[in-house]
């Protein structure tokens, strides 16, 4: 069995009257993050932390936000995509692990409809499906509230 682990990072921008889109659903909020999609940071993460894994390059490899197919994009059809090409190459998820870095609004209500929703997107259970949130402390561009950043790693394997 061949076991690969991957991690992925992103950030975006926050702006007044953007939807807020996070994990595949949207979060109440009055602003959102600012991108080429529709800047969906965990969707973002897990795909280059699958790709990365994959030694498949990165989301902006394969989906170049000087792509206008990609303009307002729902991210989770890029994650359904990189799952396509994993698949394809012959791994399988085992687990991922997600941390999300913002300090508001509160993500904890939010995070069990996340989970089913990516578990879906997926094929995979909600059980290897972790997603975390935290704050910055109120320090740099996250704790001002300007933007919002998140990790991921993603164990695959293939038999």
């Known amino acids: 069995m061949k076991i690969r682990v991957g991690q992925g990072y992103d950030v975006h921008r926050l702006e007044e009257g953007r939807a807020f889109w996070l994990g595949g659903i949207q979060i109440p909020s009055t602003f959102g993050p600012v ?6 940071v965990v969707c973002h ?5 699958l790709l990365g894994a994959a030694n498949m390059r990165n989301i902006g490899y394969h989906f170049s936000d000087k792509d206008p197919r990609w303009k307002g994009v729902d991210s ?3 994650l359904a995509e990189v799952l396509r090409m994993v698949r394809e190459a012959g791994y399988e ?9 913002l300090q508001e609004p509160k993500l904890n209500p939010h995070i069990p409809a ?3 929703c990516l578990a879906g997107v997926m094929a995979i259970p ?3 499906i972790s997603i975390k949130a935290t704050t910055s402390e109120h320090i740099g561009f ?3 509230g300007e933007g919002i950043a998140a990790h991921c790693v993603a164990l695959i394997f293939k038999d």
């Open 45 to 49: 993460v897990l795909c280059d932390a």
């Open 76 to 78: 989770k059809l890029l």
């Open 142 to 144: 996250v704790g001002r």
């Open 35 to 40: 991108g080429h999609s529709d800047a969906d």
């Open 114 to 116: 996340m989970k089913t």
């Open 93 to 101: 998820i085992s687990n991922v692990d997600v941390t999300v870095v």
């Open 126 to 128: 909600e059980d290897d």
